[in-house]
């Protein structure tokens, strides 16, 4: 059974930064597309960012442009997502995911069926 994992969150102040990583064990992500979602309490998962297999596209949801940034490492078989200037309404446990088409599609990326492996999560916190 293939198997993401994500590490990176912790508890931030408002403003703050974090970076997750997610890698896998067993298979390597070079091929696939990558998504983040996020799951705050009482809320549906949603996706976040997606990058393609390439590295030529990747997508963000509205709330996190311009201030997130995903990006992908194959040498270390890791994709990163960046988060910067974190607010409270960023609380979530992040989940990456991995797509078996090598695209992030405009209309489909954010859409957490579209996946087919998916990590435990991490908890990311944003409070004083």
């Known amino acids: 059974q293939e198997q993401l994992v994500e590490t990176g969150g912790g508890l931030v102040q408002p403003g703050g930064s974090l970076r997750l990583s997610c890698t896998t064990s067993g298979f390597t992500l070079d091929y696939y597309a990558v998504g983040w979602f996020r799951q705050a309490p009482g809320k549906e998962r949603e996706g976040v960012s997606c990058i393609s297999a390439t590295n030529s596209n990747t997508y963000y949801a509205e709330s996190v442009n311009h201030r997130f940034t995903i990006s992908r490492d194959k040498a270390v078989n890791t994709v990163y997502l960046q988060m910067n200037s974190l607010e409270p309404e960023d609380t979530a446990v992040y989940f990456c995911?991995?797509?078996?088409?090598?695209?992030?599609?405009?209309?489909?990326?954010?859409?957490?069926?579209?996946?087919?492996?998916w990590g435990q999560g991490t908890q990311v916190t944003v409070s004083t």
């Open positions: 995911a991995a797509d078996l088409s090598p695209t992030c599609w405009s209309h489909t990326w954010s859409r957490d069926r579209e996946y087919n492996y």
